[in-house]
């Protein structure tokens, strides 16, 4: 599990009808519950040890964009893909964050 303190911020933006959709999350403010599965899925994806990664756009239409900025204890990260480049270890991450926003949206 993650033994620091962490903050990410999520977007999807793009898609048909281009709404974005956001949330931050701070490790501390989450319930323990949802502290853990995060913390998983964070050590799963390894996205406090992989470098800054900037994906472009690709001329796909209506397709999904999503950026994802971290703060692992003092160091932060920026990341950003599309639906055709996430890579695959980022997924159950980035589908528990759009859960996230959803939430919080409604």
């Known amino acids: 599990m993650m033994n620091q303190p962490y903050t990410i911020f ?34 799963e994806s390894d996205i406090c040890n992989l470098k800054n990664i900037k994906n472009e756009n690709s001329a796909i239409r209506d397709q999904f964009d999503y950026l994802i900025r971290v703060k692992c204890d003092t160091v932060e990260k920026q990341f950003s893909f599309s639906d055709n480049t996430v ?20």
């Open 10 to 43: 999520f977007e999807r933006s793009g898609g048909f009808t281009g709404i974005p959709l956001s949330v931050q999350v701070s490790s501390v403010e989450l319930a323990k519950k949802d502290r853990d599965r995060l913390d998983k899925l964070m050590v």
């Open 87 to 106: 890579p695959t270890d980022f997924l159950p991450l980035i589908n528990y964050l759009l859960q996230l926003a959803l939430w919080k949206k409604s």
